[in-house]
């Protein structure tokens, strides 16, 4: 009788040990779980502040060479407006 209460004994308190051990790494769990979900939004954020900032420097490119095509279509206008011009004059 007195080995089955010890052997009781000894498993109630592996039980409650096991039990202690579950609880403790679920816990973890939940805390991984929560810094991971924060590191995959704030990840996901910059990767769109990112993607933004690209869009913007694209937009800032094509308004410059919009710009830049502008000046030169009214440069070769006006250069071929006096060659034009010398052209009808000589004649």
């Avoid at 000894?10 to 979900?37: C, D, G, H, P, S």
């Avoid at 919009?66 to 009808?88: A, G, H, P, V």
């Amino acid at each position: 009788m007195e080995t089955l209460s010890f052997v009781l004994g000894i498993a109630f308190v592996v039980v409650i040990a096991l039990a202690i051990v579950a609880t403790y790494a679920f816990v973890k769990v939940i805390q991984v779980r929560k810094i991971t979900e924060e590191l995959m939004r704030e990840t996901n954020q910059r990767f769109a502040d990112v993607y933004q900032a690209i869009s913007e420097e694209n937009r800032q490119i094509h308004s410059r060479v919009d710009i830049f095509e502008k000046d030169i279509y009214s440069q070769l206008d006006s250069r071929l407006d006096k060659l034009e011009t010398r052209l009808i004059n000589k004649k």
